[in-house]
C-alpha cells in the first residue's frame, strides 16, 4: 500500500495525477509540468509536501549534539531562524540535507527528505548523548509550499502577520493563516520566492483551497511533483538520491557553503571535509548544456575522449531556458567551463559542453 497525505482525496478535484513516488502517492501534475513550472516562475504555484519529515529535538544538550551530527554550525541559529545543512557519515558521505528550525533555546524541528525517515532518526538515535530527547512528528504534520513572485500577495490576503518582514530563513511559529494555526516560513525548493506553512493534518485541505481561492487573481495554480523538480533543477538545488547520496560528499555536490569545517565542534565527516575544501574534491558537480540533440537523463555515463570521467545525476528539456541540459557529477580535472564532452544516450555518444550554474536565478527585485 503506498502512503497518502491528508490532501489525497483533494488531487482530483483539481485534476491532478498521481504516482508513486519513493513509496508515496503524490501528484506528478495537475494540469502539465511546464504550466505549472511557468506559473511558479512568473506567479505562483501551490504544492503539497506533506511527505516530507519532521523530527523535534529537544533537551538542554539538543545544540550539541546537532553540532556534532550536523556539517553546519548551528550555533549560528536564533529563535524564529532556519538552517539548511548537511548530516554526513564518517567519511563524508551524506546521509541526508535537511532545514533546521531553532523554535527555542533549547527545542529545534529537523525537516529531512520523506525516504530518508527512519534512516536518519536511526542514525540520529545512534548518537544521542546527554539530555535529548528526540520526538518524530512526521504523521502528525502537513506540509504546504506557497511558492512564485507572487507568494507573498496570495497569502497577504490570509493573514494578518506582516510577511515583508520575514525575511528568508526566517518563521513564525504559531502564525493565523485562513483561520488556521501554523509554523510559517520563508523558505523553498524552486528558486523563487516563497513560504512554507507547517500545519495540523486535519486543517491541511482547508488551507490548500483557502490558498487556491486567495490567489485566483494572482494566477496561482496547483503544483505536482514534476514541476517542483524542473524549478529546483534549474536553480542547482541538490535531491538527495541524486546530486547528494551516501556515496557523495557536500563538497563534491557543490553544497560547500553549508559545511563549517572550521566550527569548534567536531562532526561526522570533518576530516574529509576539511581536507576537501581545502585541497578540493576528487569530483565536482558542474551543469551540462547538449550540444548535439539529445536529453542527459540520470545515470547516462559522461566520457571525455572516450574514456569514463562521471555521469549524469539530473538532466531534462528545461522549460524556462528551452534547452537539454543537466548536472553531472564530473572528475574535477575535466570541469573547466566550456570543456566538450560526450553523454551515452541509448548507446550512442552526443557532445555536450560544461556550462556555468545555477542554469536559473531569480530577477532581482526592483
Known sequence: ?????????????????????????????FSSIKEEHEAVRTKAGLFDVSHMGE???????????????MTN???????????Y??????????????LIYQKSESCYLLVINASNIEKDIAWLTEHAEGDVTLMNQSDGISLLAVQG??????????????????????????????????????????????????????????????????????GIVPCGLGARDTLRFEAKLALYGQELTKDITP???????AVKHKKDSDFFGKSVLSEQKEKGAPRKLVGLEMIEKGI????????????????????????????????????????????EVEVEIRKKTVKAKIVRTPFYKRPKQS
Not at 545543512?85 to 535537511?98: E, I, K, S, W
Open 85 to 98: 545543512t548537511a548530516m554526513c557519515y564518517p567519511d563524508g558521505g551524506t546521509v541526508d540535507d535537511l
Open 251 to 257: 563538497i563534491e555536490a557543490g553544497i560547500g557553503f
Open 149 to 218: 513572485p507572487n507568494a507573498q500577495a496570495v497569502l497577504a490576503k490570509l493573514t494578518e502577520r506582516d510577511l515583508s518582514s520575514l525575511k528568508p530563513f526566517t518563521f513564525i511559529d504559531g502564525a493565523d493563516v485562513a483561520g488556521r494555526q501554523v509554523l510559517l516560513s520563508r523558505t523553498g525548493y524552486t528558486g523563487e520566492d516563497g513560504f512554507e506553512l507547517y500545519c495540523r493534518n486535519e486543517d491541511a485541505v482547508h488551507l490548500f483551497k483557502e490558498i487556491l481561492t486567495a490567489g485566483e487573481n494572482e
Open 1 to 29: 500500500m503506498l502512503k497518502r497525505t491528508p490532501l489525497y482525496d483533494v488531487y482530483k478535484e483539481y485534476g491532478g495525477k498521481t504516482i508513486d513516488f519513493g513509496g508515496w502517492e503524490l501528484p506528478v501534475q
Open 296 to 339: 542527459p537523463r540520470h545515470g547516462y555515463a559522461v566520457k571525455k575522449d572516450g574514456a569514463l570521467i562521471g555521469e549524469v545525476t539530473t538532466g531534462t528539456q528545461s522549460p524556462t531556458l528551452k534547452k537539454n541540459i543537466g548536472l553531472a557529477l564530473i572528475k574535477t580535472e575535466f570541469s573547466g567551463i566550456g570543456t
Open 55 to 69: 523530527v523535534e529535538v529537544s533537551g538542554k544538550d539538543a545544540l550539541s549534539f546537532l553540532q556534532k551530527m
Open 73 to 83: 554550525d548551528v550555533a549560528d541559529l536564533n529563535p524564529g531562524s532556519a538552517l
